[in-house]
């Protein structure tokens, strides 16, 4: 028999590995842009990242097709004639990894045969299509086409939310950061890529903007956002000038409607009951509040404007 098939999570998990990984590699040298070292010259320097970058996200795409023809059987995926399979009675084992497995147009016409396709976005064909020219370009050693950074991060992108659906990536990224071995003990000896979750959608928004990230989640981020109290009270951003409360705005009204009392973070993954009620701070127009602190007989409670962060005392009656 042939033994040790994978399932989808086996390349479900390789595939968001490696795209995760091109972007990564991508946001690792933006880090190390300075007044004094124009992002173009940076990026003359690191073609080499951008061009393994595309080699990953042709491998997690492939993998994430891969993936969903196991859904049916993995047998499909192998390339062998019927005629050299150990599958009949008495046959020694044959493992799953000494055979051969299609690749290239004979994948794509096995994934679409296994899948809805209306259920795959219509732009992946050419996106696939796009990515395995590059590739190949690139492994055949006639990738010598200048590569653009923010390019291959929509590539990153669409490759999530064209296979996986929207929220996919940023889903992926925080599983990626909250399941470190480090973070669980809060070990600060851990050599942070980030020190916080928030770097990492602020990096992608000054970049990509909020109208191509908004393609990739489920909730509207081009409505007004608001300070998340959790993110904001607790975050730290490292500046030049010191230790600052962040003033990053990734938390949205849940459902986005005048009345509504509840507002979600995209970054936390928290949902925090709010009031609405007018700020009183003087060229404020908020009117979301969140209790910051509970008080007390002797202390009042705490409520502090999700629009600007103003603080606001009252007494508690009773």
């Given amino acids: 028999m042939i033994k040790n098939t994978?399932?989808?999570n086996d390349y479900k998990e390789v595939a968001i590995e490696c795209l995760i990984q091109s972007f990564y590699n991508i946001s690792e040298i933006d880090n190390h842009l300075t007044s004094r070292t124009p992002r173009e010259k940076l990026w003359e320097y690191n073609q080499i990242v951008l061009r393994t970058s595309i080699v990953l996200i042709h491998q997690g795409i492939e993998g994430l097709m891969?993936?969903?023809?196991?859904q049916k059987s993995p047998l499909l995926l192998l390339n062998n004639k019927r005629s050299?399979?150990?599958s009949l009675p008495n046959s020694a084992d044959q493992d799953f990894s000494e055979l051969y497995t299609i690749a290239g147009e004979d994948l794509l016409k096995t994934f679409y045969a296994c899948i809805n396709e209306k259920s795959i976005n219509p732009n992946f064909?050419?996106?696939y299509e796009e990515i395995r020219t590059k590739r190949n370009k690139i492994i055949h050693g006639l990738g010598a086409e200048k590569l653009n950074p923010d390019t291959i991060l929509k590539y990153i992108l669409n490759s999530f939310t064209y296979l996986l659906g929207k929220d996919s990536f940023w889903q992926s990224v925080l599983i990626k950061f909250y399941k470190h071995p480090g973070f669980e003990h809060d070990d600060d000896q851990v050599d942070?890529?980030?020190?916080?979750?928030?770097?990492?959608?602020?990096?992608?928004?000054?970049f990509l903007g909020k109208a191509e990230l908004n393609k990739h989640f489920?909730?509207?981020?081009?409505?007004?956002?608001?300070?998340?109290?959790?993110c904001t009270e607790n975050g730290e951003l490292y500046t030049n000038s010191g230790v600052n409360r962040p003033t990053s705005k990734w938390a949205f009204l849940h459902p986005n409607k005048p009345n509504s009392k509840v507002v979600?973070?995209?970054?936390?993954?928290?949902?925090?009951?709010v009031i609405r009620e007018d700020c009183t701070q003087e060229n404020c127009k908020g009117n979301v509040k969140y209790l910051l602190q509970k008080g007390d007989e002797d202390e009042p409670n705490i409520w502090v404007c999700l629009t600007c962060w103003n603080e606001e005392d009252k007494k508690i009656c009773g």
């Fill in 218 to 230: 489920s909730v509207d981020i081009k409505a007004r956002a608001y300070l998340c109290p959790y």
């Fill in 84 to 86: 050299e399979w150990n």
């Fill in 6 to 8: 994978p399932s989808y």
């Fill in 192 to 206: 942070w890529e980030e020190k916080i979750q928030y770097n990492k959608i602020e990096y992608l928004n000054f």
């Fill in 264 to 273: 979600a973070c995209i970054v936390c993954q928290a949902e925090y009951e």
């Fill in 125 to 127: 064909l050419g996106l």
């Fill in 66 to 70: 891969k993936a969903e023809i196991c």
